[in-house]
């Protein structure tokens, strides 16, 4: 078997193909590089995982007084409704006075049934 003899390039042997994996760019390197990403990110994202979870309860607490405030809105128009109605309709003023209190008028009497 014959050996091929290289021509010579008159370049450096550290830019030859035969000395793959070394240099700047060569896999310790770049290891290292992967691992100093890995670290920035993980430096990034652990101080945030506290203010992610602040921001979390706050969002909740948001709905929780948002739902709050949508049941209030609901009795306040129902106690409107209901003062509107106590002040214009007679008939549902007399049927809201005499069923708790009692409220008969002359000549009726009032049966109470118990079980």
Known sequence: MARRKRA???????FSADREGRG????????????????VCAALLIPA???YR?????ENELLDAEQNELALRKKRDQLHDESRALK????YLEA???DPLRVQLE?????????
């Not at 700047?24 to 670290?39: A, D, H, S, Y």
């Not at 000549?107 to 079980?115: A, D, L, P």
């Open 54 to 58: 602040l921001l979390k309860n706050i």
């Open 8 to 14: 010579e390039t008159g370049r450096s042997p550290e």
């Open 24 to 39: 700047l760019f060569g896999k310790p390197t770049l290891f290292v590089f992967w691992v100093f990403v890995v670290v």
């Open 88 to 91: 214009k309709n007679p008939r």
């Open 96 to 98: 809201r006075a005499r």
């Open 49 to 51: 995982i506290p203010q």
């Open 107 to 115: 000549g009726e009497s009032i049966i109470e049934i118990k079980n």
